[in-house]
């Protein structure tokens, strides 16, 4: 019995010969139109041998399976890395992508990807340059920094700190501080990659002064002071600020290095944002050292961004490992952008997306909803449509307790149960990313732009069919 259906399908050869087959051929590779037509009629081969489907119902058509090749082969050629609909409210979504770019930033971007550019090359003087020096005078500008060093995230910014200053040495930390953040990045795993010898101080949730001045050696190399970004020890607690931490190794001419995490320019408390510790404040405070992410608070490009004292700065230029580590074109042509909206404060906060977002008030954003759950009320049929108060979150692992107030449109269909429309708006042409909550679908606006509000529209509309 199974044996007739096996036979019932056709050879490669005569799939290849269909036109639909043919069509496909004139614009994708043979060997690729190949193997995925063997893929398709594989999968009908164990549909058959494990019984999965009744096989009167399986389509051994030549013409059914020509299609069934021909959407396996557009699936496959479709764009992987795609635009999708950010309506979680989470502004910096990790899984998402992180920091959106200014217009200008991915502007700059797509220009500098067309064309040969200044790289590496000193055009005044007509000899080889440094990517290096492109963008260096900017954040000394913006964070009172001596020098700067840009390298490809924050994680490698630790590792080339960590290597450089204290390879063989002992790095002082409060065991409060050894975060872990997405993507397994361990404090304690880097530093053992990075040759150094980690003294916990402290417990969890307590580290006074005295806990790092009583591990201080003749071995210590380094004093390390993480921000504690995606989490929070509140309660019975006490950390050390960089202030007195930077007086104490001072005393003992050690360098104090701190990873900010998400590092903002701009004192977020005017815009009713939880205070994160900027920049600026590390600097004047006299750490050594400090690093950050790009795409993360700062609204740039992923990059990890270390600013402080010249000598320490070039003694990182002269590790071997910056090679290994060092931040592309794209990288500094966007951030080269963004940095310069930061000259402007108003600047910044208006073009750089993620800071856009996180000042948007909850008046604001109410007005936007109930306008667009008419929008839906009038548009879609057998759906239930409301506006219901809600928390946005930053995300990307800055301020973990900072919920702000929003507003969402709760969708909930007749038709099709919630859990089926997540996934259908999900799996979407273009998806679109939401909330579910208590059987309803949450839409939050403050992370959607304004003109992707006719997409949803349309993906719900579609939903709905
Ligand atoms: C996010 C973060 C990092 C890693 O930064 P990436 O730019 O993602 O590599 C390192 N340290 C802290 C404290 C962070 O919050």
Redesign the pocket.
Known sequence: MKQEYLRKIPAVNRLLQTTEIQNILTEYPHDLVVDLINQVLDKKRRDILEETTDPEKLDLSIEGLAREAKEAILAYMAPRLKKVINATGTVLHTNLG?AVLSEKAADALAQIARTYSNLEYDLKEGKRGSRYTLVTDLLCRLTGAEDALVV???????LLVLSTLAKGKEVIISRGEL?E???S?R?HEVMKISGCTLVEVGSTNKTHLYDYENAITSETGLLVK?????YQIVGFSKSVENKELVELAHKYQIPVFE????GVLINLEKYGIAHEPTVQEAVSHGVDLV??????LLGGP???IIVGKKEYIQRLKRNHLLRALRVDKFTLAALEVTLKHYLREEEAMNEIPTLRMLKLTADVIKKRVEKFAQRLKETLNEVEIRVVEGRSMVG???LPLEEIPTWLVGVKFNRISTTDAEIQLRQGEVPVICRIQDDELLFDLRTVFPDQEDEILEALLKVNR
């Not at 490809?152 to 630790?158: D, K």
């Open positions: 992180r490809n995230n924050n994680a490698a910014a630790v975060v953040i997405g993507g990045f404090m993480v921000h504690t970004s995606n990873d900010l995490g998400s690093s950050f992410s790009g795409d993360k992923q990059a990890g990307g692992g800055s």
